[in-house]
């Protein structure tokens, strides 16, 4: 992968909510970022995972996601209904609007199964994944250290052994 690809428009789309702030339709890069990361949305799903940016799925996923929270992969994530509310809204307007996040439907609502990501995971061995300090291809933390900061460059990926 060459690093003409960190600024393809899916690689940028996906930084974490901090970085995202700045690449928002209305928010110029070179601009101060005039919408903050929820709090709510650290605190409430960022507890058995990291947070993932809104922007890695489009809304109609985020919809789908918050609408089932009680049956959320196999774990009830439900929260009161304000707080579900309020971080509906600001994962909706904050979804992904690239045109390769929207075009190719997530399965599963997985950022992980979307074709994007598996085009861009496709030389990580079926075994890598499987690793102990993997676990999971949801577990971005494992080979992106810095990915809580929305930094998934490739100079920066380690894979655990
Ligand atoms: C009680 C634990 C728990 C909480 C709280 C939780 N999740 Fe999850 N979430 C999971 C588990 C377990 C998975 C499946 C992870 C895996 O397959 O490795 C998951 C997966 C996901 C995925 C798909 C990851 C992938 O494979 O691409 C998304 C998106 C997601 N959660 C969003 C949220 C959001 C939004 C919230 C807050 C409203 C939240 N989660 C809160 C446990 C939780
Ligand atoms: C098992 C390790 C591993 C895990 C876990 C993992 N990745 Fe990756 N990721 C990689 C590798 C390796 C590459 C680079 C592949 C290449 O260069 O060919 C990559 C590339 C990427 C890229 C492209 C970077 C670029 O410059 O184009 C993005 C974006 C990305 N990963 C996001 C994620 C997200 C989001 C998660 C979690 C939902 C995740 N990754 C989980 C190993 C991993």
């Given at each position: 992968?060459?690093?003409?690809?960190?600024?393809?428009?899916?690689?940028?789309?996906?930084?974490?909510?901090?970085?995202?702030?700045?690449?928002?339709?209305?928010?110029?890069?070179?601009?101060?970022p005039?919408?903050?990361?929820?709090?709510?949305?650290?605190?409430?799903?960022?507890?058995?995972?990291?947070?993932f940016?809104?922007?890695?799925?489009?809304a109609?996923?985020?919809?789908?996601?918050?609408?089932?929270?009680?049956?959320?992969?196999?774990?009830?994530?439900?929260?009161?209904?304000?707080?579900?509310?309020?971080?509906?809204g600001?994962?909706?307007?904050?979804?992904?609007?690239y045109?390769?996040?929207?075009?190719?439907?997530?399965?599963?609502d997985r950022?992980?199964?979307?074709?994007?990501?598996?085009?861009?995971?496709?030389?990580?061995?079926a075994?890598?994944?499987?690793?102990?300090?993997?676990?999971?291809?949801?577990?971005?933390?494992?080979?992106?250290?810095?990915?809580?900061?929305?930094?998934?460059?490739?100079?920066?990926?380690?894979?655990?052994?």
């Amino acid at each position: 992968m060459t690093s003409r690809l960190s600024s393809t428009p899916v690689a940028r789309a996906l930084l974490l909510p901090l970085a995202l702030t700045l690449l928002s339709p209305t928010v110029r890069a070179d601009r101060m970022p005039t919408v903050t990361p929820l709090p709510a949305y650290q605190q409430e799903c960022a507890s058995c995972h990291l947070a993932f940016a809104p922007g890695f799925l489009p809304a109609a996923s985020w919809q789908r996601l918050m609408g089932q929270l009680d049956k959320h992969f196999g774990t009830d994530a439900s929260l009161d209904a304000a707080t579900q509310t309020s971080i509906a809204g600001w994962l909706q307007s904050h979804a992904g609007t690239y045109k390769r996040v929207t075009d190719t439907p997530a399965p599963q609502d997985r950022i992980t199964l979307s074709p994007w990501f598996v085009r861009k995971h496709r030389e990580v061995a079926a075994e890598v994944w499987k690793r102990p300090a993997v676990k999971s291809a949801a577990n971005c933390s494992a080979c992106h250290p810095q990915a809580e900061q929305g930094d998934f460059n490739e100079h920066r990926i380690r894979i655990p052994r």
